[in-house]
Structure formats: structure tokens, C-alpha cells
């Protein structure tokens, strides 16, 4: 194949991606959907301690190209039994495809406008103006991609400071900070 047609094919592939931000190394990806669904789920932690703490802060990605679950990603202590309650949604993105995301985030109704927010192996579903997605134009262009962007990279940090707390006042500062920054 000539060098012009792998570099079209390339951009063709780049330009037709989610909006993706480098920061420490990841790429955090921001796709918007509505929520079509939202079950109550039981989040359960794995361990004492820290993981307790943030048992319902960050979780995997898994799933393939049809539906993918993401595991729930702000900042809220769970409860001593190492339990609390969540969500799960159910978002349509704009290919037609559903991500699915649980999240100790209750707020999210169904018929919201989300950004599901992934960066390695943590995610984030945020509240977004109901414009975002009905206007998909106008949220492809650079300035809005650049702040939903900048929005998801703050998030994933202040995720990864909350994994790195090391004492108890860490660790409730960073879980303050991550439920500024992600909600």
C-alpha cells in the first residue's frame, strides 16, 4: 500500500475516534451518550482498610465493541461492612452502541447527557449540558473537546492521587478532591 494511502487511512481512523487527551502516558477517551438505564447496584470492597475506602472509586474496563462495563469511579468512602450503594447505566453513544458504567454516582437520571470518561483502567460518568448531545457538532469542535478533555484529565489525576494516599488524611482529601473533580 503507498505511504499517502496508510497515512488517509490512518487520519480516517484518528479523526473518526473519541476526543483523547495524553496525560502521564494515558490517553483518557471521553465519550457522550444519554442514559438510557439506571439500576441500583451493591458495591462491595475487597479488601480492609484502603480498599475499602476506595472499593467504589475506581474499577476496570471489560467488554467489547457492542457494550463495554466500566467500573465505578468517584470519590466516596463505602461504609465499614465494606459496602454501599451504586449505580448502574446504561449510556447510548452516538455510534449506536451501550457502554455500560457503574458508578457510586446516584444523582445520574435517565435522559441525562453524560461524558464517560476513560483513562487506562479507571472511568468516569459525569453529568453533561443536554446540548453537548444534541448538538454533536458543536460538541466535536476543538474548544469543547479541549474542556471535556481537561475535565477527564483532572479526574483520572486526582484518581490516581486518591489510589496513592498512604494515611488517613491522604486519603480523605483525595477522596474530597476526586469528588470535586469527577462528579
Same mark, same amino acid.
Given at each position: 500500500?503507498?505511504?499517502?494511502?496508510?497515512?488517509?487511512?490512518?487520519?480516517?481512523?484518528?479523526?473518526?475516534?473519541?476526543? !483523547? &487527551? @495524553? %496525560?502521564?502516558?494515558?490517553?483518557?477517551?471521553?465519550?457522550?451518550?444519554?442514559?438510557?438505564?439506571?439500576?441500583?447496584?451493591?458495591?462491595?470492597?475487597?479488601?480492609?482498610? %484502603?480498599? &475499602?475506602?476506595?472499593?467504589?472509586?475506581?474499577?476496570?474496563?471489560?467488554?467489547?465493541?457492542?457494550?463495554?462495563?466500566?467500573?465505578?469511579?468517584?470519590? +466516596?468512602?463505602?461504609?465499614? /461492612?465494606?459496602? /454501599?450503594?451504586?449505580?448502574?447505566?446504561?449510556?447510548?453513544?452516538?455510534?449506536?452502541?451501550?457502554? *455500560? *458504567?457503574? /458508578?457510586?454516582?446516584?444523582?445520574? @437520571?435517565?435522559?441525562?447527557?453524560?461524558?464517560?470518561?476513560?483513562?487506562?483502567?479507571? !472511568? =468516569?460518568?459525569?453529568? @453533561?449540558?443536554?446540548? !453537548? $448531545?444534541?448538538?454533536?457538532?458543536?460538541?466535536?469542535?476543538?474548544?469543547?473537546?479541549?474542556?471535556? =478533555?481537561?475535565?477527564?484529565?483532572?479526574?483520572?489525576? +486526582? @484518581?490516581? =492521587?486518591?489510589?496513592?494516599?498512604?494515611? %488517613?488524611?491522604?486519603?480523605?482529601?483525595?477522596?474530597?478532591? +476526586? /469528588?470535586?473533580? $469527577?462528579?
Amino acid at each position: 500500500m503507498p505511504r499517502w494511502t496508510s497515512v488517509v487511512v490512518f487520519l480516517v481512523l484518528f479523526l473518526s475516534l473519541p476526543a !483523547a &487527551a @495524553q %496525560k502521564s502516558g494515558q490517553s483518557a477517551t471521553v465519550t457522550l451518550g444519554i442514559v438510557q438505564s439506571a439500576e441500583r447496584v451493591t458495591l462491595q470492597s475487597t479488601g480492609g482498610g %484502603k480498599g &475499602a475506602a476506595v472499593g467504589g472509586t475506581v474499577g476496570a474496563v471489560a467488554g467489547g465493541r457492542r457494550g463495554a462495563i466500566i467500573g465505578g469511579t468517584t470519590g +466516596a468512602l463505602l461504609s465499614r /461492612s465494606g459496602t /454501599s450503594e451504586g449505580m448502574q447505566y446504561a449510556v447510548k453513544v452516538g455510534n449506536g452502541s451501550v457502554i *455500560v *458504567v457503574v /458508578s457510586d454516582q446516584t444523582q445520574i @437520571q435517565i435522559g441525562d447527557c453524560v461524558s464517560v470518561e476513560q483513562q487506562g483502567d479507571t !472511568a =468516569n460518568i459525569r453529568r @453533561q449540558d443536554q446540548m !453537548a $448531545c444534541e448538538n454533536s457538532a458543536a460538541a466535536q469542535s476543538p474548544a469543547v473537546q479541549e474542556e471535556f =478533555n481537561d475535565a477527564a484529565d483532572k479526574c483520572a489525576e +486526582a @484518581q490516581r =492521587n486518591l489510589l496513592d494516599a498512604s494515611t %488517613k488524611e491522604e486519603l480523605e482529601l483525595a477522596t474530597a478532591v +476526586a /469528588s470535586i473533580l $469527577c462528579e
